[in-house]
């Protein structure tokens, strides 16, 4: 199978990159590189010429490439994708040192997620556009491809910019490579790219940026109004919506989804809410599958992967003489609830992505809010409803409390036995009657899916489940008999880091009658929740509305491990 999309195998990639490796201990990463992209283009301007064409730029491209070495013969990059250029650069950062890839935050982009990107530049005005982290040229290759005269687009509209200068040269001989044909453009687009780090140093002029910045907490930095977020991509992305004197016309990011939630990220939400006419976060789950497939070279950990939860940030920006004696138009700001999806969906989910967007709920200030168009209703109606369990909780100790495992992934629980786990919320309450009312809630899918909306990451945090909306004044005792006898009948059990970890999944029956009381008119969205794929609902969604209530009664890992 493809490692990455229509490239090589897996296998033959890294046969690849033990190559590279060799020739990195004889040679070192700068002759290695020069050489293989040396090779590479000459064996391109070799086969054009051999059908009447011509690589007009190789002998400039050459004379950049003092380092290559003339008995290095086979052209390794032959048939990979620009992703698995990407990631076999990436393997040679890490053969050398292999902090680099942690400490820089760098990952690079698969290519289907970098067309995803791409086609999202449709909706832009002409312009000129910049890859502040250009890596070896993913993201702008992709961005080239979608126009409707790629040679000239790179040689005229594109700025490349990188910290690492070897990136950048193998970026601009990549590009040339694949997009020159009757006129020389090497020169042209080396000459407007630059070696600058984006953040803090002048750059050329551009009108919008396209960018996968680095993923790194950093201390905090009073030059950015986003200063609280202690995140380097946070920064990256308010220095491209204004580099210099003005602000620019519009931005293509992928990123993690963490700006979505947490107080942290409150002023750089609010900067985007400001700065951004029209704004679309697509958030992506890391399970069943993630955006970042692939393989993590240099990775210090047995996860090898990168599980990041990410999301998409395409907006358009008003700038200074934007509808100058027009009328101003207004703002259209959409997110997608947080989407899972199965390996074998990746495409339709991508072509898909729009159908998830609906209108941004306003509540900046706390988070934006990740809900479905389906479920906005709910949300309005959650946010209106006065009593939060953080009203019925007691700072003390009392003898009435609940236990609500920190690692939700496709249910969340809450119980009053003692489970054999580790990292449990320990909830205490004043009265058996106040416990009771919020273990209905909490376990119901109104509690799962108010985490997603409000965080969904590995953890759930005690604020958000402090600021859950009670909908109900009281729990009936029948149903509290209910939660406590699948206490004891549905404990499941997952391994991690070595230690079993109990929890308890109730059956869907259950859960459709918690939610009954909790949220009567939306028992089946909310059963929803917890099924692995968003495309087979939206599927199923609209093609029978009988079928949707089939895939939606049981959510996702159904089958229940029993224990006494």
């Known amino acids: 199978g493809a490692f990455y999309g229509e490239g090589v195998t897996r296998r033959l990639l890294f046969a690849r990159a033990e190559l590279v490796a060799e020739s990195i201990e004889s040679r070192g990463i700068q002759s290695t590189w020069h050489s293989l992209v040396a090779t590479h283009a000459s ?6 010429a051999a059908v009447s064409r011509a690589l007009p730029s190789l002998t400039a491209i050459l004379d950049d490439l003092p380092l290559r070495d003339a008995a290095f013969a086979d052209d390794l990059l032959d048939g990979l994708t620009m992703s698995e250029i990407g990631v076999l650069y990436e393997f040679s950062l890490a ?18 997620v970098a067309q995803f990107l791409a086609a999202r530049v449709a909706r832009f005005p002409a312009g000129v556009w910049i890859d502040p982290c250009c890596g070896v040229g993913n993201l702008s290759y ?31 001989v990549l590009l040339t490579v694949e997009f020159e044909r009757e006129r020389p453009i090497y020169l042209a687009v080396a000459g407007h790219s630059r070696v600058a780090d984006a953040l803090t140093d002048e750059l050329p002029e551009y009108d919008y940026a396209i960018l996968n910045p680095p993923y790194v ?51 750089f939400r ?5 700065r951004l006419t029209t704004m679309d976060i697509y958030c992506f789950d890391n399970v069943p599958d993630n955006v970042f497939r692939g393989f993590k070279f240099g990775s210090h950990n047995t996860n090898r992967v990168n599980s990041t939860r990410a999301a998409v940030l395409v907006g358009t920006a008003r700038v200074s003489g934007d509808g100058d004696g027009e009328q101003p138009v207004p703002n259209r700001h959409r997110i997608t609830p947080l989407l899972r999806w199965r390996s074998h969906e990746r495409a339709e989910l991508f072509e898909r992505a729009d159908d998830f967007l609906s209108p941004l709920q306003p509540d900046a200030e706390r988070a934006f809010p990740k809900v479905g168009a389906d479920l906005v209703p709910l949300h309005q109606e959650m946010v209106a409803v006065e009593a939060t369990l953080a009203d019925i909780t007691s700072r003390e100790w009392t003898p009435f409390h609940l236990d609500v495992p920190m690692t939700p992934r496709y249910f969340l629980s809450a119980v009053k036995r003692s489970l054999d786990r580790g990292h449990v919320h320990r909830l205490y309450f004043p009265t058996s009657a106040t416990r009771d009312r919020a273990y209905v809630v909490l376990n119901s899918s109104l509690a799962y899916w108010w985490w997603r909306v409000y965080e969904g990451g590995i953890t759930v945090s005690k604020s958000t489940l402090a600021s859950l909306p009670l909908p109900i004044a009281s729990a009936r005792r029948s149903l509290v008999v209910e939660i406590e006898k699948s206490e004891h009948e549905n404990v499941v059990v997952k391994q991690n880091a070595g230690r079993r970890n109990e929890n308890v999944k109730h059956h869907w029956r259950l859960l459709r009658e918690l939610n009954r009381v909790v949220a009567p008119e939306y028992v089946e969205q909310l059963m929803a929740v917890h099924q692995n794929s968003n495309v087979a609902i939206y599927r199923e969604a609209n093609s029978s509305s009988s079928e949707l209530r089939s895939v939606i009664s049981t959510p996702a890992d159904a089958p229940i491990s029993r224990s006494s």
């Open 43 to 48: 064996r391109v301007a070799a086969s054009a």
């Open 95 to 112: 053969h050398v040192d292999r902090g680099s890839r942690k400490s820089s935050g760098q990952f690079f982009t698969p290519d289907d």
């Open 142 to 172: 992709w961005l080239a491809r979608e126009q409707p005269d790629p040679d000239r687009f790179v040689a005229t509209s594109l700025v490349l910019v990188d910290r690492d200068p070897l990136a950048l040269l193998i970026a601009c």
């Open 217 to 267: 907490v950093v201390p905090r930095d009073d030059r950015f109004a986003s200063a609280e977020s202690r995140d380097l991509y946070a920064y990256f992305i308010e220095r491209m919506l204004r580099a210099g004197d003005r602000e620019r016309r519009g931005i293509v990011a992928i990123c993690p989804q963490s700006f979505t939630t947490g107080v942290k990220f409150t002023t």
């Open 270 to 274: 609010q900067l985007l809410v400001r």
